[in-house]
């Protein structure tokens, strides 16, 4: 058997060397606890401090405004809880196509009589309906939190985030955007834009696993999610990820200082496997806007329905190709995804997401595209 091709990205990456160089004193001769008062303790609580300062910068905000959590979820679980508890948002406006961490919480929020949801349309491309969302806020009578993603995990279709920032200003609204698949991979600068919230997690740019940010506009005072302790401001209890905050720090510094050079690449390996696709196998169809307004390392292939074709990712996986049907984080439970029901709700193709890396090569995606012809 071949080594393994590893083509989803969107799911997890590989730690960068230099991210690991990075947390290793941490993991072994830097233990101390930062909230700790003694020689070990400060300089752990440095370290958070400095990652902390590294990350604000990047994303152009004070470092006040940054919280470490254990990932995208939970950022996300605490943005949106928070609009509703905290800041009375009665309310929320988000998409039938979010990441479930998202879904699930809006969706407890609503059943639980805490507030009035309402889902904007989403076009057949996959992008957001900006007419319809500037109508649900034009017609909202209360306090209103929009929570969008800024790309989509399956099919890559980005959001405007100064679009819809403009018409929560106008509307006076709350905005949370879920940056998970953005932040890493394009320059954000939060200052220029109008959002209250974003959450992002390192795992999903060479960082670690089990760490994530969210930014808190430092206009919003809102309490916290997790209780039993100062740290973070007191903002979230218990001690914090030490080694994943100096590693997430790390991956961002590298991510940024790459990404010309880095998404330039993989554009271009994502526009030869599609193309490929193309050339070499029938019937073939991308899901979102592939080509247009999308994230660089995702590519959401709808292969035509046969019993060949049901087996795909069973048969990938096999031929040591790793890949996702829809999104990973519902992998094993392979109920179909809810992003490709709600822009196709009448197809019956096989979508398969197909994301990048820098590690990738264009002779990676020759071999998959053979073996593809071969199962299909």
């Known amino acids: 058997m071949n080594k393994r091709i590893y083509f989803d990205n969107a799911a997890t990456t590989s730690l960068d060397k230099e991210v690991l160089d990075a947390m290793m004193p941490y993991l072994t ?38 919280f470490f959590t254990s990932g995208g979820t939970e950022s996300s679980n605490t943005a949106i809880t928070a609009s509703v508890r905290d800041l009375g948002c009665k309310h929320i406006i988000t998409s039938p196509i979010e990441h479930h ?33 500037e109508n649900l806020l034009a017609n909202s009578e209360a306090k209103t939190l929009v929570t969008l993603l ?39 600068n939060l200052k220029e834009l109008y959002v209250h919230f974003i959450s992002a997690a390192g795992h999903k740019f060479h960082g670690p696993k089990g ?12 309490k916290p999610l997790i209780n039993g302790g100062a740290q973070e401001r007191n903002m979230r209890a218990g001690t914090e990820n030490l080694y994943g905050i100096v590693g997430f720090a790390k991956a961002l510094q590298i991510a940024a200082g790459n990404y010309e050079k880095d998404s330039a690449y993989i554009a ?43 087996m795909i990712l069973y048969n990938l996986d ?23 029901s709600a822009i196709k709700p009448d197809s019956d193709e096989v979508a398969v997401r197909f994301s990048f890396s820098k590690h990738n090569t264009k002779e990676e995606v020759d071999e998959v595209v053979a073996k593809l012809k071969e199962i299909i």
């Open 101 to 133: 961490a998202t879904l699930h919480t809006v969706e407890h929020l609503h059943q639980t009589g805490e507030a009035k949801l309402s889902y904007v349309k989403v076009l057949p491309n996959g992008h957001i309906d900006y007419n319809d969302l």
């Open 318 to 340: 096999i031929n040591g190709i790793c890949v996702s049907g829809g999104s990973a984080c519902t992998s094993g439970a392979n109920q179909g995804s809810h992003v490709i």
């Open 29 to 66: 001769t830097h233990f101390g606890n930062p909230s700790s008062i003694y020689s070990y303790g400060r300089e752990t609580r440095l370290a958070v401090e400095n990652a902390r300062k590294t990350v604000a910068g990047i994303l152009g905000v004070h470092p006040a405004e940054i």
């Open 211 to 222: 760490i994530g940010v969210l930014y808190v506009n430092e206009n919003v005072k809102i």
């Open 268 to 310: 271009d390996l994502k526009k030869y496997m599609h193309d490929k696709l193309v050339a070499e196998i029938p019937g073939v169809v991308f899901n979102g806007d592939a080509l247009g307004k999308s994230l660089y390392t995702v590519l959401n292939v709808g292969f035509p329905k046969t019993e060949k074709s049901e």
């Open 150 to 188: 800024h790309a989509n995990n399956e099919i890559g279709n980005l959001l405007s985030i100064k679009k819809v920032g403009g018409l929560c200003e106008k509307y006076n609204a709350v905005f949370h955007c879920d940056t998970v698949q953005t932040v890493g991979h394009y320059p954000i």
